[in-house]
């Protein structure tokens, strides 16, 4: 069992700059071990993967409209993952979430993500 918290959201201009991060805890958790990945569900749309990081960092994944301006990184002697959104846009309003417990293939999630966090939410006013 994987518990994932996440933090950071709030509320933010267009084109400014957010990072959120995501803690894992749980019994007899090697973090080590998860891929990691950040979805997001827009108001009224449904949820959507937005990026991912294999169990070592050395792979990602992002949605085309986040690539260039949002990174994905983690860091395994924290047990945290973390987003960091730049050249923010109203169409990036949404509940963000932390996910994992899938496999990471070709540089795509396979599957749906077996543990999710509660998410947090991100407004970005124009």
């Known amino acids: 069992q994987v518990q994932l918290a996440e933090s950071g959201g709030g509320l933010v201009q267009a084109g400014g700059s957010l990072r959120l991060s995501c803690t894992a805890s749980g019994p007899e958790l090697i973090y080590s071990h998860y891929n990691m990945a950040w979805f997001r569900q827009p108001p009224g749309k449904e949820r959507e993967g937005v990026a991912a990081?294999?169990?070592?960092?050395?792979?990602?994944y992002y949605a085309d409209p986040v690539k260039g301006r949002f990174t994905v990184s983690r860091d395994n002697s924290k047990n945290t993952l973390y987003l960091q959104m730049n050249s923010l846009k109203p169409e990036d309003t949404a509940m963000y979430y932390c996910a994992s417990g899938f496999q990471f293939e070709a540089g795509h999630i396979v599957g749906v993500p077996k543990y999710w966090g509660q998410g947090t939410q991100v407004t970005v006013s124009p």
């Open positions: 990081i294999s169990v070592g960092g050395a792979n990602t």
